[in-house]
């Protein structure tokens, strides 16, 4: 049985090992060109920036109710 798991591990590695040695990656020059990426960048930004203010403002009143209660 241990022989048998030794030959099938042994035959993994090196068909896994084979394989990428020849792999190439897709060029995507032609669609990536096209799409201009600064308007997507600048609204995941706003988002970002209006979901830290609505935490700050959450935070902010957590540490000041308190203080005005006394």
Same mark, same amino acid.
């Given at each position: 049985?241990?022989?048998?798991?030794?030959?099938?591990?042994?035959l993994?590695? #090196?068909?896994? *090992?084979?394989?990428? =040695?020849? !792999? @190439?990656?897709?060029?995507?020059?032609? %669609?990536?060109?096209?799409?201009?990426?600064? #308007?997507?960048? *600048?609204?995941?930004? =706003?988002? !970002? @920036?209006?979901?830290?203010?609505v935490? %700050?403002?959450?935070?902010?009143?957590?540490?000041?109710?308190?203080?005005?209660?006394?």
């Open positions: 049985m241990k022989n048998k798991l030794k030959l099938l591990a042994a993994a590695l #090196t068909s896994g *090992a084979t394989l990428p =040695a020849f !792999a @190439v990656d897709p060029d995507l020059t032609s %669609l990536t060109s096209v799409v201009s990426f600064t #308007t997507v960048l *600048a609204g995941v930004i =706003a988002i !970002a @920036v209006g979901v830290a203010g935490y %700050l403002l959450i935070r902010g009143v957590k540490i000041l109710l308190p203080l005005i209660r006394g």
